[in-house]
Each structure stands twice: as C-alpha cells, then as structure tokens.
C-alpha cells in the first residue's frame, strides 16, 4: 500500500506471523459470541430468546454443545426458524464474523503505521520496547472501544436506548489502565518549526526540547497538545491543585449524570430537594394506617456508583500526586470524558428546552463521554464534528432497510469516532493541530461560548415557531 504522492507506505512496525492473526481472528470470534450475548440481554424492550447463552422457549430444541461455536453456532440454529422467524440468525452471525475480522486487521493495521505520523512510519528507525508497548496498549484500548461501540449500535438501532451496562463499564475500563501507568494515546507529530495557521496568519513554531527528544520523532496526545510540553511545568494548572479539583468535578460530574434520580423545582426549592435525596436513597416507606405499600430499595446502580465514586476520587489524588505519566494519561482521559460526554449533555438540554421535546437520549451521552474517555477531549471534538456527516451515511441506510425518518444519534457519533482513529494522522498534524486546537485552552471556551449561542438561537427559532402557530 502506498501514500497518495505514490511513495511507500504501510511498512510494518512490528512483523506480524500469519499464525497471530489467526490467532486474533479466532478470539475475536470468540468475543463475537460475547457482544452478541450482551445485545441480546441488555436491551430494555426487544427481549429475543435467540442466543444460545438463554434458556430455550416453548417449541425450540434443546440447546446443543455445537450451538456455542462462534459463527457456526448460529448457523446449526437456523434449525429454529421456524419458532424465530426465517433469517433471525444472520444478523448474529455477521456480527461474530465481523468481530473476528475486526482483530486481526486493527493489529494489521496498527503494526504498519496505524495512527503513527507519516514521518515516523517511513523512518528507518530501531523501535523502543516503550514504542512497541504502546502500539500494543493503542491496539487494546481501540478494540475495546470498537466493540463496545459496535453493542451500544446495535442496541440503538433496535430500541434508540443505549444501556449503562455498556458505557459504564467502557468508561471505566480506559481510566483503570490509565491508573495503572500504561499510555494507550493516539500519537502525534512534535511540536516542531513547521508553520501554523492561527488567526488567518502563519506563524513560526518553536519545537520543545523535551518531547523531540522522546520516541524518535513522536509524542502523545495529552490535555495540552499540541503544545504538549506545558505538561513538564510543574506551574502549570493541571500539575496544581486546580488539576487535582477539575479531575474530582469530572468524576463527580459523570457519576452525578448517571444516578437515577428525579429532579423538579416545581413545588419549591426545599420540596425538591427533598424529592431529589428521596429518589436517590430511596429511604423505607412509612406505613399510614392500614394501607400497605410496596417497599421501596435504592437501585443497584446507585448503589455500585456511591461505592465507586469515593474509589475513583482517591485513585484520581494518587495519579495527581504522583505526577507521572499515570496523570498525563488519566488527565486526558477524565477531560475527554467530561468534554464528550458534557457537550452532549449540554446540547441535549439546551435543544430540548428550545424545541420543547427530547432532543436526544442521555444513552447519546454517555455514550460521547465513554469515546472521550479512550480518546481525549481532542479527538472527542472531531468526533462530535464529523457525527452529522456521519449520520448521512446510517439514515439513508436505515431509511431503505426500515423506511425509518427517526434515526439514532448513537450509531454515528461511533462511526464518527472509528473515522478519527483510522485518519487520525492527517486530521491532526496536517489540518486540526495548526488550524484548530493551536487556539489550546481558549478553545474549550470558544466550545462553551458556541452552545451557549446555540441555545439562544434555538430558543429564538422555538418562539417564531409558537408565534407562526408552527408548534
């Protein structure tokens, strides 16, 4: 495979043996079976008594040993078309045959470049064991994503409900390996004396010691990026006590978002906050009289999240303390779930208000803040960007397979997200870096700004709408 100018390309970092690869197709098989398993019994409404992995309903065989091999299991259960319906078993068997295709091409692909700048690719350099390590770790985290991803897609499509038991579990996931040390972040170019075009003017830039001096050419993506080397300066606010404050409001703000609670200030202030502590602790009910009424017990997820929010803010102040590369990693990806998964949150609000009608599920931000959370908040924005381009492609599929004019948000913020990480190189260090996020800080307040505009804009469109008697 070769670069567009025609000059080589795709030359393999690490050689692959064809007996890993098969190796990685057959456990991606395998973990097909899984994320089938997990779309079958995870869905709210579309409870389907299909997988293998369910006790069999009135009129279906019993099932068989051979009904749990990966794709050929589904095709020994077509027995039960009958009961099922005619082609209830392609659906599943093209998502296993996926998954195990999906494997061994993402290490493919991550072995001959993957999202590695061009320059480092075509470089005839000895690789680190540090760059090999992270090649690996990237190629694990983005197959995670992907199939977490591809059940959330799945889900949606058939119910426009993304379930927590999928982005809960897929948040957490990023930041545990993030705790633990291992840098899984997209690479990028140095910061070096190409020109940048900010404010309609090229400007110089001037290259930092430190980060050329690290991987031969190539740096990763961190809170600051692209210039990336504010990190080293203990002065800087993620390194103060600001950072170590702005990770718990991340932490506190998801776990806030996924509690299951009822708020409403229609009957006061006071009224409401009772009802609120009420709908999250759900405290025993008083018995009145001779009434009896059912009991009442705090929902198992609001028991995991209190549980593992204390967790998860000490093993924020242990990475802060420890100002290694735990806290670049985990830094990044608290900010990337807070800014994915808030500028949907936001959105959804603000739309919602405007329009007078729910705009989009909160399944869609979770959702968000889960891809923030593999990729930071950088990439979380392009993904956020590109989704309605991306939306072009799944409506008009899902129009000519459905005759659907609703479509779910979910599926293409996960296309959008698979188009950053495969373009990763030419989005950032050729368009996105010089143009866009050289504005650094600034520009998540230029995000901020753009919602709150947004929001004007869509209130104001609401009004001339009740005015014209269009609503």
């Avoid at 002065?235 to 718990?248: F, I, K, R």
């Avoid at 939306?391 to 659907?404: C, D, G, S």
Wanted: contains cysteine; glycine residues 10%; hydrophobic residues 55%.
């Amino acid at each position: 495979m070769a670069w567009p100018d025609g000059s080589p390309g795709r030359v393999p970092l690490i050689d692959a043996p064809i007996g890993l690869l098969i190796v990685f197709a057959i456990l991606g098989a395998c973990i097909g079976t899984q994320v089938n398993r997990a779309i079958f019994n995870w869905c709210w409404y579309l409870r389907r008594p299909y997988s293998p992995w369910v006790s069999p309903i009135e009129g279906v065989d019993a099932r068989q040993r051979r009904d749990f091999i990966p794709v050929l299991g589904w095709w020994f259960l077509r027995r039960n078309a009958a009961v099922h319906g005619s082609g209830f078993w392609i659906r599943p068997l093209l998502i296993e045959l996926i998954c195990a295709a999906t494997l061994p091409l993402l290490w493919w692909w991550s072995t001959t470049g993957g999202p590695f700048p061009r320059s480092f690719v075509e470089a005839e350099t000895a690789f680190s064991a540090k760059i090999i390590s992270w090649l690996t770790w990237m190629f694990v985290m983005h197959a995670a994503m992907v199939y977490f991803m591809l059940i959330a897609t799945m889900i949606d499509f058939d119910e426009k409900t993304i379930p927590d038991q999928v982005t809960i579990p897929g948040a957490l996931f990023p930041l545990l390996i993030a705790f633990l040390g291992f840098s899984f972040a997209l690479p990028i170019e140095p910061w070096s004396e190409r020109g940048v075009v900010s404010f309609g003017q090229t400007e110089g830039k001037m290259a930092d010691p430190a980060q050329q001096a690290d991987n031969a050419g190539v740096v990763a993506l961190n809170y600051a990026s692209p210039m990336g080397g504010r990190y080293r300066d203990p002065e800087y606010w993620v390194n103060t006590p600001s950072g170590l404050l702005a990770g718990w409001i991340c932490i506190l703000g998801w776990v806030w978002g996924l509690l299951p609670k009822t708020l409403t200030l229609r009957k006061g202030f006071f009224t409401g906050f009772d009802l609120l502590v009420a709908s999250i602790l759900r405290p025993r009910r008083q018995r009145r009289g001779k009434i009896k009424l059912p009991p009442r017990k705090m929902s198992r997820l609001t028991k995991w999240l209190l549980g593992l929010t204390p967790v998860l803010l000490a093993a924020v102040w242990m990475c802060w303390q420890a100002k290694g590369t735990s806290w670049v990693q985990l830094s990044s990806c608290l900010m990337g779930l807070a800014l994915g998964g808030g500028l949907v949150w936001a959105i959804r609000i603000v739309a919602s208000y405007a329009l007078g009608q729910e705009a989009m599920g909160f399944g869609d931000v979770t959702l968000m803040a889960m891809i923030g959370a593999y990729l930071g908040w950088q990439p979380a924005l392009l993904v956020f960007a590109f989704a309605p381009f991306a939306a072009v492609f799944i409506a008009v599929a899902e129009f000519a397979l459905r005759r659907r004019h609703e479509i779910a948000f979910g599926p293409y913020l996960c296309l959008s997200a698979v188009i950053v990480v495969l373009f990763w190189d030419p989005l950032w260090n050729l368009w996105a870096a010089p143009r866009i996020f050289v504005l650094g800080d600034l520009l998540l307040q230029v995000v901020v700004v753009g919602v709150i505009l947004m929001g004007v804009l869509l209130v104001g469109w609401g009004w001339v709408k009740r005015r014209l008697g269009w609503m």
